[in-house]
C-alpha cells in the first residue's frame, strides 16, 4: 500500500508541474493589454505626424501658387524680369508686384497684403520694396551707373568690430551717425543707426552678417553694394545696388533684413 501511495504521489507533482508550465508560459492579460496600447499609441502618433505633414503642405501650396501665378504673369509682360524664387512674404500676408518698362530697362513695385491683389491694381507709390534694372546706351552713362553702385572701401586706421562669422568690420562716427562698413566677396556692406536716437548699427550689422552666413548675395560683375538703416522708414532707405553684364540693378526697401532677404532671393 505504501507503494501505491508513492506512485499516486509521484504522478501527482508530475501532473501539478506540467500545468504550472503551462500557466507560466502563457502572456499575463494585463501584459497583453499594454502592449495593445503601445501598439494604439505609436499608430496615432504616426497619424498624427501624417496629418501634420498633411497640412504643412497645405498651408505651403497655396503661397507657392500664388508666387508662381504672379512670376508667370510678370515675365509675359516683361521677358526674363527678376523675381524672388522663394515667397519672402510673413504672416500668411501675400505678395503682390506691379511692373513698368522693358526687358532692357524696367521697375518691379513689391508689396505685402492680406489678399493677392491684380499685378495692375497695385498703387505704386505705395510699394515697400522697388526693384530697379537700367542698361545704359553710353559708356557716359554706364560709368555713371557704376559710380551710382557705391562701393566703399574699408579705411585703414578706424575702429574695428567682430561681426561674427569671421568677419570684422570698421566703426566710425559722422554727421550725427554711426556706420559700420566690411566686405563679403565684391559686396561692400554698410550698417548705419543715429546717436540721438541711440540706434545701434553693430547689432544690425551682425544681424546682417548671421543672414548671409545661410543666404547668398547675386555675384556682381565687378562689385556691388548694400546700405542698411537701423531705423525702419516709410522710405525706401535701404538699398542694394550690383552690376550683371550690362545691367545695372537697384533694390530699394523700407525694412533693413527684408531689402537683404528679397535681394537673395531674386533670380
Not at 543707426?193 to 546682417?208: F, M, R, S, T
Request: charged share 15%.
Amino acid at each position: 500500500m505504501k507503494k501505491q501511495w508513492l506512485g499516486l504521489a509521484v504522478l501527482a507533482v508530475i501532473v501539478l508541474g506540467g500545468c504550472g508550465q503551462k500557466q507560466a508560459s502563457k502572456p499575463s492579460s494585463s501584459s497583453a493589454k499594454s502592449s495593445q496600447t503601445s501598439s494604439q499609441k505609436a499608430k496615432a502618433k504616426a497619424k498624427s505626424s501624417q496629418s501634420s505633414s498633411q497640412a504643412s503642405s497645405s498651408t505651403t501650396a497655396p503661397a507657392q501658387t500664388h508666387l508662381a501665378t504672379l512670376q508667370s504673369a510678370l515675365r509675359k509682360q516683361i521677358p526674363g524680369a527678376k523675381f524672388p524664387q522663394q515667397d519672402p512674404a510673413t504672416n500668411g500676408q501675400a505678395l503682390n508686384v506691379a511692373a513698368e518698362g522693358t526687358a532692357a530697362s524696367y521697375k518691379l513695385y513689391f508689396s505685402f497684403g492680406a489678399a493677392a491683389f491684380q499685378a495692375s491694381a497695385l498703387p505704386r507709390a505705395n510699394a515697400s520694396y522697388v526693384l530697379t534694372k537700367t542698361t545704359p546706351e553710353s559708356t557716359a552713362a554706364a560709368k555713371a551707373a557704376d559710380a551710382a553702385i557705391n562701393y566703399q572701401a574699408l579705411q585703414a586706421g578706424l575702429p574695428t568690430v567682430a561681426l561674427g562669422d569671421g568677419l570684422t568690420g570698421t566703426k566710425e562716427g559722422a554727421a550725427g551717425s554711426t556706420y559700420v562698413t566690411w566686405h563679403e566677396g565684391r559686396w561692400s556692406l554698410v550698417a548705419s543707426g543715429v546717436n540721438q536716437n541711440q540706434e545701434d548699427p553693430v547689432a544690425l550689422a551682425k544681424q546682417a552678417v548671421s543672414f548671409l552666413a545661410q543666404a547668398s548675395l547675386p555675384i556682381p560683375a565687378t562689385h556691388g553694394a548694400v546700405v542698411l538703416h537701423v531705423a525702419k522708414s516709410s522710405d525706401r532707405v535701404n538699398t542694394v545696388a550690383w552690376r550683371e553684364n550690362s545691367a545695372y540693378y537697384q533694390l530699394s526697401g523700407i525694412d533693413p533684413l527684408m531689402t537683404l532677404r528679397m535681394a537673395t532671393l531674386l533670380r
